[in-house]
């Protein structure tokens, strides 16, 4: 019997209707939109507002839109992971609330917290699963509502943000399409700059904690900006070094969505040109672990079957890798 590869076999998406835009945020903080177009590249984010929603209504919609396009029945579904650092609630994990809400009957699932590498870490978390012969439909959801967790006061931050979700099906294919060579890596020495101080174990949320602001993102961002240039580079050079291929082999480059200069320098480093990189960071911001399936279904018309696709991603921890993915439809 051929060896089973995880083919991606589906995409789906969720914004949330409202819009930041840069002049909203100019009401906001000290800020204007001409520097955030010129340092970030974003012009805009969807923001979740609507009371009593959060991450998991996101997911569940990427979630519901997957399904529908990919004419699959929730009951089918094996296994959801969802990659977020803004879970419902600390316990239980949102993927297992996704799954309720969808009704995916026989589902188990779990969260994986990798910051903007989640969804790169669940994609591959999930395509063992298949690859094992274990299940024949996972799905891998990448959801954040980023808004919960901004301070915006903080105007080197909270320009950068948005919510949305994203979603793709994995099944099982003997033709050798989906997730082949990864390089996933992590360095906890990265955790001073970016993380969130309180609401942990460390530091229980208190009185102190909220009066000192403590429950945002706190980044700093041109020691995160280096790293991840480096770490989407490198990563990208090892996993095309193992699967014995250059960058004209390649497709398009899927990058984590974090800042346009970050994902320009990406490209000039593996001298790749701009038109095959995934961008659409100026309508959403970073969605954090949403920014790759997002991509992915954006493009999902550009791809064609036995496209090579590297997926790379940077983020909190630090948390860092890049895939290969060999692409397994035409345009629907
Ligand atoms: N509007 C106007 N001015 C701003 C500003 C804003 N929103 N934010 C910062 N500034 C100012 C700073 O105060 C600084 O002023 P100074 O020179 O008078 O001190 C100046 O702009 C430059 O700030 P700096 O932090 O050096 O800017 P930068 O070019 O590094 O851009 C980030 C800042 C955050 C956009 C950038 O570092 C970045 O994107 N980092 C990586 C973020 C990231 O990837 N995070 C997620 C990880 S996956």
Same mark, same amino acid.
């Given at each position: ?27 906001? /903080? +000290?800020?204007? $939109? ?6 970030? @590249? ?5 923001? !979740?507002? &609507? ?98 967790? /901004? +301070?915006?006061? $903080? ?6 943000? @948005? ?5 793709? !099906?994995? &099944? ?161």
């Amino acid at each position: 019997m051929a060896r089973l590869t995880a083919a991606i076999t589906g995409v789906g998406g969720y914004l949330p209707p409202d819009i930041l835009t840069n002049a909203d945020l100019e009401k906001m /903080v +000290d800020t204007n $939109d001409e520097w955030i177009t010129s340092r970030t @590249g974003i012009q805009e984010r969807h923001i !979740l507002k &609507e009371e009593g929603k959060a991450t998991s209504d996101l997911g569940v919609e990427a979630v519901k839109d997957l399904l529908k396009k990919s004419n699959t029945s929730k009951d089918d579904i094996d296994l959801i992971i969802c990659a977020t650092v803004t879970a419902d609630r600390v316990f239980p994990d949102t993927a297992n609330n996704i799954s309720y809400k969808v009704g995916c009957s026989k589902a188990f699932g779990f969260d994986v917290n990798a910051a903007c590498s989640g969804f790169l870490y669940s994609l591959n978390i999930g395509a063992k699963f298949i690859e094992s012969g274990t299940y024949q439909k996972v799905i891998v959801v990448g959801a954040d509502m980023m808004t919960s967790i /901004v +301070d915006y006061q $903080d105007r080197t931050t909270c320009i950068l943000f @948005g919510d949305g979700a994203g979603a793709v !099906l994995l &099944e099982p294919s003997e033709e050798g399409f989906g997730i082949k060579n990864a390089v996933l890596k992590a360095d906890g020495s990265g955790l001073p700059f970016l993380h969130m101080k309180a609401g942990g174990s460390l530091r229980p949320p208190s009185i102190e904690t909220i009066q000192n602001r403590e429950h945002y993102a706190y980044q700093e961002g041109k020691h995160v900006f280096k790293r991840a240039v480096n770490g989407m580079v490198e990563s990208t050079k090892e996993v095309l070094k193992q699967a014995n291929l250059s960058t004209e082999d390649i497709s398009w480059v899927v990058p984590h969505q974090a800042n346009k200069r970050i994902i320009d320098s990406v490209a000039h480093m593996l001298d790749f040109p701009m038109e095959r990189v995934m961008v659409n960071i100026h309508k959403y911001g970073n969605t954090t672990a949403a920014t790759i399936p997002l991509c992915l279904n954006d493009y999902e018309n550009q791809l064609k079957k036995g496209d090579k696709l590297i997926i790379t991603a940077f983020g909190g921890g630090f948390t860092w890798g890049s895939t290969l993915v060999e692409w397994a439809y035409d345009p629907l």
